[in-house]
């Protein structure tokens, strides 16, 4: 592909390079900051050749252009939009600035939880392993290997809040050691550990007089929380760069450490975990009781709803969700609800593919579902499956229906961050379920997308009403419209009129209909719905441009019929396209047809100008 036309096209979809705020890449998508999101023709830069998919996403348009190419492409867009290479985290910046309070906190909860995944996926799998091994040789528990390897298993949930710790401050801007010393101190040894305070005698757990003796508190540590530890640590954050900017230098390295932990420390135990700890309860409480609900309802309108979160780029909270009900009763039950969510759009974009007739979405549908199905819902939600809607709502439906039977069948991991296929890693204690909810969400998915979907060739094709089927001469185009007909040497198209595409005519339509000029096949049928070429029965090779420079258009105002490879007749309704609005738009609607293999000929003649009609002679080709 020309990676550089391929770059000029999107600065020109999204308004302009002055409409350019900030751009970077991940492995491929291009992640790009606008000004005014207005000015973004989404739908142009979907139908730029290359592009396999655009959405919008916590603040950012990213344009999905494939492992390998979209870096090619990124060197040229900053090239051409005369702007500085920036990183991810330059981009999450400039994009954070323009979403609203409540998306931004809901992204620095995905950001806190998503860089420790690797500890806790390490420590799911081996506690999943274990369970595994246990069930099949029992007497492994007794074992010295066991002890220790379970000692590895649950050493990430022991101490989950030093991690969480770590990476808050890192997220929130703080020294991260001073994070993980707040973590520590949330589950320090003097303190009752809180798994054993349930079965403990109430008059046993351990009290403390607090704020010159306002109330007390008992001293239990924070094993199984997690949102107490962000709170603190984004507080202890803040104020530590506050005391950065206020202490001299000279004394900075011993007073800012002490005070922020000092202080920090003091409310944590004494405000912030009491305060959050209840209501990060009341939270999990909540959500456990939604996905508990008799029948699998409360489940069922969870895995409906949880695509749509995804789009609303508000699913960054589900993370601490899983890591809160993990560290507090080591069963997430949300994440085969996720699993169904995410292999049910992977289908309903996989119906798709098989269904469809266009080149280009088949082509982007197909690897979108596949990587679906391994947790990556990104392409097949915004690639596919949004753009064509009904598939993204056969997609929920499937959703719903595996979420149900996951509640049904009681389905839990041993970990979060892996859905999908390779989730069965982190379900090894109900292997058969698991694969029994991935498979009712993929079948209610598929069958729904493929009854509801409708492909484009399925709308038609229709004949022009008033062209009637007859047996076309050898040698000779029809008009494809009605209009009037002019000599290619009047066409206001250097290309055109110095007939470097080859000989024809040109037809100024009328109304926005294109028929078959010939009885033959289609050969090639732009993206953008502006251009079809054609190969007669009798081997002349036809192109049909609607209009001059309607490349522009990106497809907008045209609709298409056939599909490349289709059989064709004479009069059948190839494309239509709203004349008004493209003439709206400045463009010149004049439309040649071109014999692309003129050299092939003695002769290309016109033998009309003037008033035409569907069917009528218009060339002859000797």
Same mark, same amino acid.
């Given at each position: 592909?020309?990676?550089?036309?391929?770059?000029?096209?999107?600065?020109?979809?999204?308004?302009?390079?002055?409409?350019?705020?900030?751009?970077?890449?991940? *492995?491929?998508?291009?992640?790009?900051?606008?000004?005014?999101?207005?000015?973004?023709?989404?739908?142009?830069?979907?139908?730029?050749?290359?592009?396999?998919?655009?959405?919008?996403?916590?603040?950012?348009?990213?344009?999905?252009?494939?492992?390998?190419?979209?870096?090619?492409?990124?060197?040229?867009?900053?090239?051409?939009?005369?702007?500085?290479?920036?990183?991810?985290?330059?981009?999450?910046?400039?994009?954070?600035?323009?979403?609203?309070?409540?998306?931004?906190?809901?992204? *620095?909860?995905?950001?806190?939880?998503?860089?420790?995944?690797?500890?806790?996926?390490?420590?799911?799998?081996?506690?999943?392993?274990?369970?595994?091994?246990?069930?099949?040789?029992?007497?492994?528990?007794?074992?010295?290997?066991?002890?220790?390897?379970?000692?590895?298993?649950?050493?990430?949930?022991?101490?989950?809040?030093?991690?969480?710790?770590?990476?808050?401050?890192?997220?929130?801007?703080?020294?991260?050691?001073?994070?993980?010393?707040?973590?520590?101190?949330?589950?320090?040894?003097?303190?009752?550990?809180?798994?054993?305070?349930?079965?403990?005698?109430?008059?046993?757990?351990?009290?403390?007089?607090?704020?010159?003796?306002?109330?007390?508190?008992?001293?239990?540590?924070?094993?199984?929380?997690?949102?107490?530890?962000?709170?603190?640590?984004?507080?202890?954050?803040?104020?530590?760069?506050?005391?950065?900017?206020?202490?001299?230098?000279?004394?900075?390295?011993?007073?800012?450490?002490?005070?922020?932990?000092?202080?920090?420390?003091?409310?944590?135990?004494?405000?912030?975990?009491?305060?959050?700890?209840?209501?990060?309860?009341?939270?999990?409480?909540?959500?456990?009781?939604?996905?508990?609900?008799?029948?699998?309802?409360?489940?069922?309108?969870?895995?409906?709803?949880?695509?749509?979160?995804?789009?609303?780029?508000?699913?960054?909270?589900?993370?601490?969700?899983?890591?809160?009900?993990?560290?507090?009763?080591?069963?997430?039950?949300?994440?085969?609800?996720?699993?169904?969510?995410?292999?049910?759009?992977?289908?309903?974009?996989?119906?798709?593919?098989?269904?469809?007739?266009?080149?280009?979405?088949?082509?982007?549908?197909?690897?979108?579902?596949?990587?679906?199905?391994?947790?990556?819902?990104?392409?097949?939600?915004?690639?596919?499956?949004?753009?064509?809607?009904?598939?993204?709502?056969?997609?929920?439906?499937?959703?719903?229906?595996?979420?149900?039977?996951?509640?049904?069948?009681?389905?839990?991991?041993?970990?979060?961050?892996?859905?999908?296929?390779?989730?069965?890693?982190?379900?090894?204690?109900?292997?058969?379920?698991?694969?029994?909810?991935?498979?009712?969400?993929?079948?209610?998915?598929?069958?729904?997308?493929?009854?509801?979907?409708?492909?484009?060739?399925?709308?038609?094709?229709?004949?022009?009403?008033?062209?009637?089927?007859?047996?076309?001469?050898?040698?000779?185009?029809?008009?494809?419209?009605?209009?009037?007909?002019?000599?290619?040497?009047?066409?206001?198209?250097?290309?055109?009129?110095?007939?470097?595409?080859?000989?024809?005519?040109?037809?100024?339509?009328?109304?926005?209909?294109?028929?078959?000029?010939?009885?033959?096949?289609?050969?090639?049928?732009?993206?953008?719905?502006? *251009?079809?070429?054609?190969?007669?029965?009798?081997?002349?090779?036809?192109?049909?441009?609607?209009?001059?420079?309607?490349?522009?258009?990106?497809?907008?105002?045209?609709?298409?019929?056939?599909?490349?490879?289709?059989?064709?007749?004479?009069?059948?309704?190839?494309?239509?396209?709203?004349?008004?609005?493209?003439?709206?738009?400045?463009?010149?609607?004049?439309?040649?047809?071109?014999?692309?293999?003129?050299?092939?000929?003695?002769?290309?003649?016109?033998?009309?100008?003037?008033?035409?009609?569907?069917?009528?002679?218009?060339?002859?080709?000797?």
């Amino acid at each position: 592909m020309d990676y550089n036309s391929a770059a000029k096209k999107v600065i020109e979809g999204l308004g302009g390079k002055e409409n350019i705020v900030s751009a970077a890449h991940c *492995a491929t998508r291009l992640r790009l900051v606008i000004g005014d999101n207005d000015k973004c023709n989404k739908e142009f830069i979907e139908n730029i050749d290359g592009v396999k998919g655009v959405f919008f996403a916590s603040g950012q348009l990213q344009v999905i252009f494939g492992t390998g190419v979209v870096n090619k492409v990124y060197d040229e867009f900053i090239k051409e939009a005369g702007i500085s290479e920036a990183t991810k985290e330059d981009v999450k910046q400039a994009a954070s600035a323009k979403t609203n309070v409540f998306k931004r906190v809901i992204k *620095a909860l995905g950001d806190v939880f998503v860089p420790i995944i690797p500890a806790i996926v390490a420590s799911g799998l081996l506690m999943g392993l274990l369970e595994g091994l246990c069930n099949a040789f029992p007497e492994m528990a007794n074992s010295g290997t066991y002890q220790i390897i379970h000692l590895f298993s649950n050493a990430a949930f022991v101490f989950l809040p030093v991690l969480i710790g770590m990476s808050a401050a890192q997220v929130f801007g703080g020294n991260k050691f001073l994070g993980a010393v707040i973590g520590m101190i949330m589950i320090h040894p003097d303190l009752m550990n809180a798994w054993n305070v349930a079965g403990a005698d109430p008059g046993t757990i351990p009290q403390a007089s607090v704020w010159f003796g306002a109330y007390s508190i008992n001293l239990v540590g924070y094993q199984g929380h997690v949102i107490p530890v962000v709170i603190a640590v984004w507080f202890m954050s803040n104020l530590e760069k506050r005391l950065h900017k206020i202490v001299p230098e000279m004394i900075d390295l011993f007073v800012t450490p002490l005070v922020t932990v000092l202080v920090t420390g003091y409310l944590t135990l004494t405000i912030f975990g009491p305060v959050f700890s209840l209501l990060e309860n009341y939270v999990l409480n909540g959500v456990q009781y939604l996905i508990s609900i008799p029948f699998g309802i409360g489940s069922f309108i969870v895995g409906a709803v949880y695509a749509p979160t995804v789009v609303a780029g508000v699913h960054h909270m589900y993370n601490a969700i899983e890591a809160g009900m993990i560290s507090s009763t080591g069963a997430n039950t949300w994440m085969p609800i996720a699993t169904a969510a995410n292999v049910a759009q992977g289908a309903a974009a996989l119906a798709l593919a098989l269904k469809t007739r266009n080149r280009k979405v088949k082509s982007m549908a197909l690897p979108a579902s596949l990587s679906a199905f391994l947790g990556i819902t990104e392409p097949a939600i915004f690639g596919v499956n949004l753009r064509f809607f009904k598939p993204f709502i056969a997609g929920c439906i499937g959703g719903a229906f595996g979420a149900l039977v996951a509640s049904v069948l009681k389905v839990s991991a041993t970990a979060y961050g892996i859905t999908g296929v390779f989730g069965l890693l982190i379900t090894t204690h109900c292997i058969v379920q698991y694969i029994i909810v991935m498979a009712v969400a993929f079948a209610v998915a598929f069958i729904v997308s493929w009854i509801l979907f409708k492909d484009e060739k399925e709308e038609g094709p229709v004949q022009a009403e008033t062209v009637t089927e007859f047996t076309p001469e050898p040698g000779t185009v029809y008009s494809p419209l009605k209009g009037e007909a002019i000599a290619l040497k009047d066409v206001k198209d250097e290309t055109f009129a110095g007939e470097v595409l080859g000989q024809g005519i040109a037809v100024i339509p009328e109304n926005g209909v294109v028929v078959s000029p010939v009885k033959g096949k289609v050969e090639t049928l732009f993206d953008t719905k502006h *251009a079809i070429g054609i190969t007669a029965d009798d081997g002349t090779e036809l192109l049909i441009h609607i209009g001059i420079n309607t490349v522009e258009l990106g497809g907008k105002y045209y609709t298409a019929f056939v599909s490349e490879g289709d059989e064709i007749k004479v009069g059948q309704k190839l494309i239509e396209f709203d004349i008004n609005e493209i003439k709206k738009a400045g463009y010149d609607i004049t439309t040649p047809v071109i014999v692309t293999n003129s050299f092939d000929y003695e002769s290309v003649t016109a033998e009309k100008a003037g008033s035409v009609d569907f069917g009528e002679k218009i060339l002859t080709v000797r």
